[in-house]
């Protein structure tokens, strides 16, 4: 089963989310990351992995990596039915397939509809629950699939080491606002950007609060010494970053602030969307290094432009 002509129109703030089961629960992943969905297969083991990469499979060109679902939620052997799927995803640059028990359905909705869960639920920094979304009557635990991958492969999440190469680095006091709602990525691009000298650094858990923020400095003489550059996740709860981008460059008062979309969906159909509502740049997690160098070209850009219009 693929998903080709499942598009949604570009800053409506809605997702598609496909909903699976294991042990009768519930669960959600955004269409966006799904590629096809396939019978589960024989899978090659792998020596040395994660306890819950059942190995590998070669369904025709490309192969691609099991991850058994229902053993890393439970932590303990879950019995495999030839009625199992394969969800075949697709992100940050890489195919992997998680084992599920049942695929319900798809459902569209509102980004307002997905809550983000308290830490009793999401627990916090290593919870994988990234939103409670509200699909007709049935509550769905959104899961944070970058999380999932990045624990199970740290070498495929931000790597550190990126900014450390870029060597000693003046500090720079341009205030960088982010929306990013997963808070294992939220602690990693901080510390990612002070590390390469941005000291003036504001995270903001959806689009939604980063949008009040800046419509409360509607009257500010001085936007530019407020808000300098915006980064941008796509997926959040209440909130979407081309909703958000949207809104930006539709306003005649925030249009001009830089806006990069930072986000683990980056294809050439997102690119399109993220072109369509007015990013000034996109680009794939986890480059984090790339990213520095966007907003030192932005932000340099955005100074000359300053410099013209004050008459400099």
């Not at 693929?2 to 703030?13: A, C, P, R, S």
């Not at 635990?141 to 199970?152: G, H, K, M």
Request: aromatic residues 6%; negative net charge.
């Amino acid at each position: 089963m693929g998903k080709d002509g499942i598009l949604l129109e570009t800053g409506t703030n809605e997702i598609e989310i496909m909903e699976f089961t294991i042990d009768d629960n519930l669960f959600g992943i955004n269409v966006a990351k799904v590629r096809e969905i396939m019978m589960s297969a024989e899978v090659k083991p792998m020596p040395h992995v994660h306890p819950a990469v059942e190995g590998i499979f070669k369904p025709r060109d490309i192969v691609i990596t099991v991850v058994d679902l229902p053993k890393y939620l439970s932590n303990q052997e879950c019995e495999k039915k030839p009625s199992d799927l394969f969800i075949v995803t697709n992100f940050n640059q890489m195919y992997v397939a998680f084992r599920v028990q049942k695929v319900v359905g798809i459902s569209r909705i509102s980004w307002r509809d997905i809550q983000k869960p308290d830490n009793t639920i999401s627990g916090g920094a290593d919870g994988v629950t990234t939103g409670i979304a509200q699909c007709g009557d049935d509550l769905v635990s959104i899961l944070d699939f970058e999380r999932i991958v990045a624990e199970i492969a740290p070498e495929t999440g931000i790597q550190m080491s990126e900014v450390e190469a870029l060597g000693t680095r003046d500090r720079n006091e341009n205030p960088i606002w982010v929306a990013e709602d997963s808070i294992l990525l939220t602690q990693m691009i901080r510390n990612a950007l002070v590390r390469a000298g941005y000291d003036n650094v504001s995270m903001f858990p959806n689009g939604a609060e980063l949008w009040e923020a800046l419509e409360r400095l509607e009257g500010e003489p001085n936007l530019e010494d407020h808000v300098a550059l915006i980064i941008t996740d796509l997926e959040m709860p209440q909130m979407d970053g081309h909703r958000l981008t949207k809104l930006i460059k539709s306003s005649e008062r925030f249009r001009k602030i830089p806006v990069v979309i930072f986000s683990s969906l980056i294809t050439e159909e997102m690119r399109r969307k993220g072109k369509e509502v007015g990013a000034d740049e996109q680009l794939s997690k986890p480059e984090i290094g790339h990213l520095i160098g966007i907003l030192d070209t932005l932000l340099e850009k955005r100074g000359i432009a300053r410099e013209r219009e004050n008459g400099k």
